[in-house]
């Protein structure tokens, strides 16, 4: 078998090692990008004069036979020919003869590769985009439906204060604002055409960069050639950004298996997102945000593995660097299942509204709401903290709730305390009373709704 590069070398390559270097086996997921870069490139060299429009076409018609061939699932890539660029170069010099050897002028894999890959972070980029505005609209859906739906809202998974389950579905719906902010600023840089910095240093052939950067979608060139062939920043950038998304939908998914546990019952997934168990009949599991949530490992884990390779290697390419591939297509892929389940998950959950203000009910999570009656009546807060941390423990003795207890009572621990009291100790009142900017009063919910469209 002829490589490519045989004409230094007098013995044929050992079979592990050929084995032990080709990325054909995972990098021809880049073969319409890599004919998409190719087809750019050639279409430059013939305008620029150096090679003539005969051979332009002639190329040009080869690589599109060949991207129809592997469309159509007919090349049978070999391991021998390395890696993607090599295969399908093989593959145009064997379809049109040796005049398929001149798409290679002026190119190195080097800037090949680094082009293929800012293609493919761009559409998947762009893809996760929309993913994600796809749960944000899910999020947004139900939010609108449960403004006044009324839980616990927790602090330390105790029950802190009450709040509107709109408002808690809405802080989700403004981490994946910041995902999705972030993932269209690293467009900016994903933009940058490396093409043209050829191995390392520039070519001698009077290129134009500015001409395949065009055609390819680029808004700008690497000004550095060096920069341009050993940059992955792009990669570790989709790669953190993922990391933190992944954050945001294993909290979420945390919240949900809670929820639907027996022991908070708040919502029900819809059957079509749990499985059951082989041997217990009355199970119903939700395996999706379990799985969810843990696919976070393998997320973080890519990203801590570029971080890695990357670290101490020299300029400009080295082989190390073909190690990159995995972990990003691994992180697209999951990441794009992630969300694509995500968003139908959460469209079709059934809310137990009366479960959750019955749990309203059985705590003492408005608690700081009669601190604040104490303060507004003059009391110090501290002051009042204290007495209304007397009034809970009596509550707690006597098994009375906070809303259980008479004026009377209420009045052994204070002579501030008058009938009003259980007016403001009601649940919505507590939820309405804080009206605060981005606060979980109902009107505030119903503005940031109102906030949240002008994102989408
Ligand atoms: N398969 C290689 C990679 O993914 C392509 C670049 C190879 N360049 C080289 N000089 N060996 O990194």
Known sequence: MTKLWGGRFTKPT????????????????????????????????????????NEVSDIKKGLSIIEEKIEKGEVVFSVADEDIHMNIEKLLIEEIGPVGGKLHTGRSRNDQVATDMHLYMREKTELMVELVEQVQSALLQQAEQHVETILPGYTHLQRAQPISFGHHLLAYFWMFERDKERLQDS??????????????????????????????????????????????DFILEFLSISSIMITHISRLSEELILWSSQEFNFIELDDAFCTGSSIMPQKKNPDVPELLRGKTGRIYGNLMGLLTLLKGLPLAYNKDMQEDKEGMFDTAETLEGALSLLAPMLESMEVNVGQMRNAVKEDYSNATDIADYLAIKGMPFRQAHEVIGQIVLYGIQNEKYLLDLTIEEYQQFSDLFEEDIFEKLAPEQVVAARNSQGGTGFKQVYKQIQLAKQHM
């Open 187 to 232: 467009l900016k840089r994903i933009n940058w055409s490396p093409l043209g910095a050829a191995a390392l240093a520039g070519t001698p052939y009077s290129i134009d960069r500015e001409m395949t950067a065009e055609a390819l979608g680029f808004e700008s060139v690497y000004p550095n050639s060096l920069d341009a062939v050993s940059d992955r």
């Open 14 to 53: 050992n079979k592990l090692v050929e084995e032990y270097t080709s990325s054909i086996n995972f990098d021809q997921k880049l073969a319409k990008q890599d004919i998409q870069g190719s087809l750019a490139h050639v279409d430059m060299l013939g305008k620029c004069g150096i090679i003539s429009q």
